[in-house]
């Protein structure tokens, strides 16, 4: 029986659930769909395969019946069985074969998931919660190493039970040469430690289980031994019902790991809820990410200080300034450190803030939660949204101590994948510029402040830690000129004018180097050879990056006649620009590329642009195909699913519409008509296949419905992204055509369903991908829903009739907004929004 969207997960459904639990930037571990503990990834990085020995156990003693004792996890997923690495031989330590429990269910109302385990020789019935904190518009809250797992307990039988709840956790800290590594006792749990080193000081870390419970027996002195010994002796522990209480070891190695017990009886009909409060502390995961303009002089100035015996004073060294003893200091450059680790000097305190605050924590994220579920939006959209948010507890996310946030792309298994908040990934994300609009705005700061240059070049990728950039590549034509609009909206979200006259002279300089370097000749229209999200460069002006133009054009003479400046020529350019793209790029259904042969800006002396168009590694079968079909890697003719990409930008950023209404929505019509497929067995695809095959669904991002395919066309356009089937399926909302952008979401949540994919990991280039967030954008397409903070104007434009309900969040607070009765509607769930105008227009069929 298939699955209903936004519904429990079960059976097969649940083979390959994974739901992070963390805060943004803050590292993540998963709970899995039948309650196991997974992809501990703590150091800044993705680890998705590291599943150390963590689990709650439960010995049950009936009244007539012998005990039992139970892994509190549903059964092992056969890919783990063969497939984990390791299996192969035999996935020698790790905990499958210890007795689970018969049958598990998952649910999740995102920040919380819950895991039901039921087993005919288990007389407890349990229901698992996660969560961690979330709330909208706390950022600081909601960027915390913490995660709750609520164990519900009850005793559905008419007998007493005697029970023995407990938690272990193997030290998976330890490791490393010349490191010390350590398990304490704490209030109501233990700590697993590992002290870093000289030479690597990112191995410092800790973490922390607790229970509310000062009963509660804790283990720090498991036995010592090698081989399976050490989880032989553990489970032997619980199995007999012993619950042993003992310090940490005194001499010898460390103790393998941690153990907590609490004894528990019910009465008949009695429940209770054993509250484990994880946390974990990494203060300097060690990371460094990117060429930073004064790297080299800085290190420089570091080596000469220690070869003289100084104190150093390079800024970029994280030597703490220290002269060097006996032996030379060697330069260490500053490196990444959470934004958690400014909060909490050490897992102790962390720990203590945790348990001191964990009720209103919890009770603010279910707020949250009940208002966000409290819709009557379709289930597939719904589900889409909210399994995206999860990519905010994953390490895609990075925040500093200062604050400011910095993504990769995706996380690949084990690193980071594609680092520096790419701004042509990150235009698509439009759920963190409306939950927590003061990070998004940290943002521009990072792309219009140390990512451009005197020119207005901007580099598209940040370093790790942020500073000052270098500028020896490409500018990114839809990152720049993206961000541009991103500005608009930011302002508008905000109300913050001070901010963006501030943030203006950085502005314009960005958007006059985008009218120098690639519409030269002053039509409105992007003439030279520009790089795009493709990871190519398009040759001649394109329907994709054309809009991209429009919309930077447009948003930048909005912003500049709002503070009193000349924006005369950002107009002449987009009304010039405009019409090109209706009348030259328009082929009666949608939107295409002119390629070029030859940049014109080398035609006016300029140095020739590298560009993969003309790349030909000097191939003779290369250097023939470019000289006969022009250069690689164009979509020309063809019906690209992003071919008006800068449109949808326009409009969720406030910005409104730059293009004829008709051949906007035209363009998308055709783009569900010719690149939507509801089973792909018969496409070809010599790409990246895993992201839709065979008969599964999904939205290709392009095709050639009336020829003029380039033997080499762009190097993804046989692919499936979620993060453009998202972005599709909201624009065609927006343009009144609802069933076939809901027909594109279902397609896309079918894939990640649980049986081949994590429904909470969409991945494209790497796990948790950013791309995938333009989900959210969905509710803005289905509601109309846009708050305008310096006008305080709430606009309602529904392209659904009748009443509904939806999760509504604006920069002072959320709610639900919709219709009832015919009327509009706004009720504030949290915070206050400020609306002196609520303009309502009724959904009426569009043409």
């Not at 800024?315 to 300034?321: L, N, R, V």
């Not at 289905?782 to 309900?805: C, H, M, Q, S, W």
Request: hydrophobic share 35%; glycine share 12%; net charge negative.
């Amino acid at each position: 029986m298939d699955r209903a969207f936004n519904s429990p997960y079960e059976g097969e459904y649940l083979n390959r659930v994974a739901f992070p639990l963390g805060g943004m930037g803050a590292g993540m571990i998963c709970l899995e769909g039948g309650g196991t503990l997974s992809h501990f990834s703590l150091r800044g990085q993705p680890e998705i395969f590291n599943q150390p020995v963590v689990f709650s156990a439960l010995w049950v003693k009936p009244a007539n019946a012998p005990p039992r004792a139970r892994v509190l996890e549903g059964p092992v997923q056969g890919w783990k069985v063969f497939g984990m690495p390791g299996t192969g031989n035999g996935a020698a330590g790790a905990d499958y074969g210890l007795p689970r429990f018969d049958r598990a269910v998952f649910e999740t109302r995102f920040p919380f998931a819950t895991v039901g385990l039921t087993d005919p020789a288990v007389p407890l019935k349990v229901e698992l919660t996660g969560w961690s904190p979330f709330t909208p518009g706390e950022a600081n809250s909601s960027s915390l190493p913490v995660a709750g797992l609520e164990y519900c307990l009850t005793n559905p039988t008419g007998e007493a039970v005697e029970a023995i709840y407990s938690f272990h956790a193997r030290n998976f800290l330890a490791g490393g040469r010349g490191a010390e590594s350590a398990v304490l006792h704490t209030r109501g749990g233990f700590i697993l430690l590992q002290k870093g080193t000289a030479e690597q000081p990112g191995r410092q870390a800790a973490f922390s289980a607790t229970v509310d419970d000062l009963a509660t027996k804790v283990n720090c002195a498991w036995f010592r031994g090698g081989g399976f010994d050490v989880l032989t002796m553990l489970w032997k522990t619980i199995r007999e019902g012993a619950m042993p209480k003992a310090d940490p070891y005194d001499a010898g190695p460390p103790s393998p790991g941690g153990s907590l017990f609490l004894p528990i009886r019910f009465g008949p009909g009695e429940s209770m809820t054993v509250r484990l409060r994880l946390a974990w502390h990494v203060p300097d995961p060690g990371l460094r990410v990117g060429k930073g303009l004064h790297d080299d002089e800085e290190e420089a100035a570091a080596k000469a200080a220690a070869e003289a015996g100084a104190s150093c004073a390079a800024p970029g060294c994280a030597c703490d300034g220290a002269a060097p003893a006996e032996s030379p200091r060697k330069y260490r450059p500053e490196t990444y450190r959470p934004f958690y680790s400014g909060m909490f000097d050490d897992i102790e305190a962390l720990t203590a803030w945790w348990g001191d605050n964990y009720d209103a924590l919890r009770a603010r994220s279910k707020t949250f939660a009940d208002c966000f579920y409290d819709t009557t939006l379709p289930p597939e959209v719904v589900e889409a949204v909210a399994a995206n948010l999860t990519i905010l507890k994953t390490p895609t996310v990075l925040r500093q101590t200062d604050g400011r946030l910095w993504c990769w792309e995706g996380c690949s298994d084990a690193n980071g994948c594609c680092h520096g908040s790419c701004t042509h990934v990150w235009n698509y994300a439009q759920a963190i510029p409306h939950l927590f609009p003061d990070m998004e705005r940290s943002l521009r700061q990072t792309e219009f402040g140390e990512n451009q240059d005197e020119r207005g070049h901007q580099t598209f990728r940040a370093t790790l830690p942020i500073r000052v950039n270098t500028h020896g590549g490409h500018a990114a034509s839809d990152g720049q000129l993206g961000g541009i609009m991103k500005v608009y909206r930011d302002w508008r979200v905000s109300g913050m004018t001070e901010w963006l006259r501030g943030l203006w002279p950085r502005v314009r300089q960005s958007m006059d180097f985008c009218i120098d370097q690639w519409d030269p000749n002053r039509r409105g229209i992007l003439e030279a050879i520009h790089h795009n999200t493709y990871d190519i460069e398009f040759w001649g002006p394109d329907g994709m990056c054309g809009s991209f133009y429009l919309g930077a054009l447009r948003a930048a003479a909005l912003m500049g006649r709002a503070l009193g400046e000349d924006a005369a020529l950002y107009e002449e350019l987009y009304g010039k620009g405009r019409a090109f793209l209706e009348n030259e790029l328009y082929n009666g259904e949608y939107f295409i590329q002119q390629i070029r042969r030859e940049d014109p800006t080398e035609a006016e002396g300029r140095e020739r642009t590298p560009s993969a168009g003309r790349a030909t590694g000097g191939v003779p079968e290369a250097e023939e195909l470019v000289e006969r079909e022009g250069p690689k890697y164009q979509y020309g003719n063809g019906c690209l699913s992003d071919g008006v990409l800068g449109a949808w930008i326009a409009r969720v950023c406030g910005v409104g519409e730059i293009l004829d209404v008709d051949k906007e929505r035209s363009h998308l019509e055709s783009v569900h008509k010719y690149n939507f497929r509801n089973d792909l067995s018969d496409h070809d695809n010599p790409q990246r296949p895993s992201y839709a095959v065979g008969h599964e669904g999904g939205l290709l991002l392009c095709t050639w419905p009336k020829g003029g395919e380039l033997s080499l066309p762009f190097i993804y356009s046989n692919e499936v992204w979620t993060g453009i089937e998202y972005q599709v399926a909201s624009h065609l909302m927006l343009m009144g055509r609802v069933e076939e952008g809901l027909e594109i979401v279902r397609a896309a949540r079918a894939r990640y369903d649980g049986r081949v994919r994590n429904p909470f990991d969409e991945y494209e280039c790497g796990h948790w991908y950013g791309r995938a967030l333009s989900s959210y954008a969905l509710l803005q397409g289905l509601t109309g829903a846009r708050y305008d903070a310096v006008e305080k104007t709430l606009y309602l434009e529904p392209n659904i009739k009748g009443d509904f309900r939806a999760f509504f969040c604006a920069a002072g607070g959320y709610g639900t907004v919709g219709v009832r009765n015919g009327k509009p509607f706004l009720e504030v769930a949290q915070g206050k929004i400020s609306i002196e105008i609520f303009k309502y227009t009724p959904c009426v069929k569009k043409a």
